[in-house]
T-cell receptor, first 114, second 116 residues
Framework: AQSVAQPEDQVNVAEGNPLTVKCTYSVSGNPYLFWYVQYPNRGLQFLLKYITGDNLVKGSYGFEAEFNKSQTSFHLKKPSALVSDSALYFCAVRAVYNTDKLIFGTGTRLQVFP | DAGVIQSPRHEVTEMGQEVTLRCKPISGHDYLFWYRQTMMRGLELLIYFNNNVPIDDSGMPEDRFSAKMPNASFSTLKIQPSEPRDSAVYFC??????????????FGDGTRLSIL
């Protein structure tokens, strides 16, 4: 079965420092991986995706993610955190071949302190 | 461009009442998804449609829940009768057809449902 795990419930980082939000996956076949962000009282917003090609994917708001096949990971990163990045972050993987159904992780709350 | 539009944004009703949540997907999108989000269970996929046809309703918790998509621009999720444990935020999302699952889903801002 396809699955995705976010091992950290919360990540705390000081403003200006680099941040990493972790995600590992388990799939049959090639993984299609996504990151979403959720701000309070809002729906999930798409940040970036990995389908194929370059292992470093760049997305919205200065975020990027690194696909690592050997470690089955897709960690979200940003070189310099902003207080406004504080939100709930979800990693997702496509469920099965040839479907648009996504399996979401449990979410990681990012708190950026001034 | 208008995003996914959900109504109402908030709904408070008493146990046993019928609840209808509404969703207008992004124009041109072929897939529509209904999710439920709670603190205990996280984000759960309830059902999704492709070209107005239900494809997978395995996440619908029980027969009290039903969803319809009468046309490409409108979907409803109905709970009858409602129970306190149905209290959650319900999201609708839509995406373009890709056939390979590489298109992102676009979410509405949800309906916060409270059953008293």
């Amino acid at each position: 079965a396809q699955s995705v795990a976010q091992p950290e419930d919360q990540v705390n980082v000081a403003e200006g420092n680099p941040l990493t939000v972790k995600c590992t996956y388990s799939v049959s076949g090639n993984p299609y991986l996504f990151w979403y962000v959720q701000y309070p009282n809002r729906g999930l917003q798409f940040l970036l995706k990995y389908i194929t090609g370059d292992n470093l994917v760049k997305g919205s708001y200065g975020f990027e993610a690194e696909f690592n096949k050997s470690q089955t990971s897709f960690h979200l990163k940003k070189p310099s955190a902003l207080v406004s990045d504080s939100a709930l972050y979800f990693c997702a993987v496509r469920a099965v071949y040839n479907t648009d159904k996504l399996i979401f992780g449990t979410g990681t709350r990012l708190q950026v302190f001034p | 461009d208008a995003g996914v539009i959900q109504s109402p944004r908030h709904e408070v009703t008493e146990m046993g009442q019928e609840v209808t949540l509404r969703c207008k997907p992004i124009s041109g999108h072929d897939y529509l998804f209904w999710y439920r989000q709670t603190m205990m269970r996280g984000l759960e996929l309830l059902i999704y449609f492709n070209n107005n046809v239900p494809i997978d309703d395995s996440g619908m918790p029980e027969d009290r829940f039903s969803a319809k998509m009468p046309n490409a621009s409108f979907s409803t999720l109905k709970i009858q009768p409602s129970e306190p444990r149905d209290s959650a935020v319900y999201f609708c999302a839509s995406s373009r057809m890709s056939g390979q699952g590489n298109q992102p889903q676009h979410f509405g801002d949800g309906t916060r449902l409270s059953i008293l």
